[in-house]
Nanobody, 117 residues
Framework: QVRLVESGGGLVQAGGSLRLSCEAS????????MGWYRQVPGKQRELVATINSGGKTNYPDFVKGRLAISRDDAKDTVDLQLDKLKPEDTAVYYC???????????WGQGTQVTVSS
C-alpha cells in the first residue's frame, strides 16, 4: 500500500505563487521519480514537473522560468513552487510517484488550484 498526501493549493491571484507539498508513505521502497501532474475537466492529465533520484528534472515549456521542484529522500517528500500564475494554471494538481523496483506508478487524491484573474 502506497499513500501520497498532498498539501497546499487553494485560491491564488494571477501573478502570485503556489506551493504544493506531497509526502509518500507505505511500501514505496526506493523512489525512482516523484512530481506533479495536473488535469482540468475534459482534458488529459498533463505533466507539470518530475524529479528523479539523481535530481534530474523534467517539465514542459509552459512552466519554464517559473518552476521550482525539489525532493527530500530522507522524508519521502516532493515540493513544487509555481510562480507568475495564470488563470490557465487552474486545475487539480496530482502528486506522482514511480517506484524503482517495478516501475509502478502511484497518484495522490489531487488538490484543487484556482487562479483568479
Amino acid at each position: 500500500q502506497v499513500r501520497l498526501v498532498e498539501s497546499g493549493g487553494g485560491l491564488v491571484q494571477a501573478g502570485g505563487s503556489l506551493r504544493l507539498s506531497c509526502e509518500a508513505s507505505g511500501d514505496i521502497g526506493v523512489i525512482d521519480a516523484m512530481g506533479w501532474y495536473r488535469q482540468v475537466p475534459g482534458k488529459q492529465r498533463e505533466l507539470v514537473a518530475t524529479i528523479n533520484s539523481g535530481g534530474k528534472t523534467n517539465y514542459p515549456d509552459f512552466v519554464k522560468g517559473r518552476l521550482a521542484i525539489s525532493r527530500d529522500d530522507a522524508k519521502d517528500t516532493v515540493d513544487l513552487q509555481l510562480d507568475k500564475l495564470k488563470p490557465e494554471d487552474t486545475a487539480v494538481y496530482y502528486c506522482y510517484l514511480r517506484r524503482r523496483r517495478d516501475s509502478f506508478e502511484f497518484w495522490g487524491q489531487g488538490t484543487q488550484v484556482t487562479v483568479s484573474s
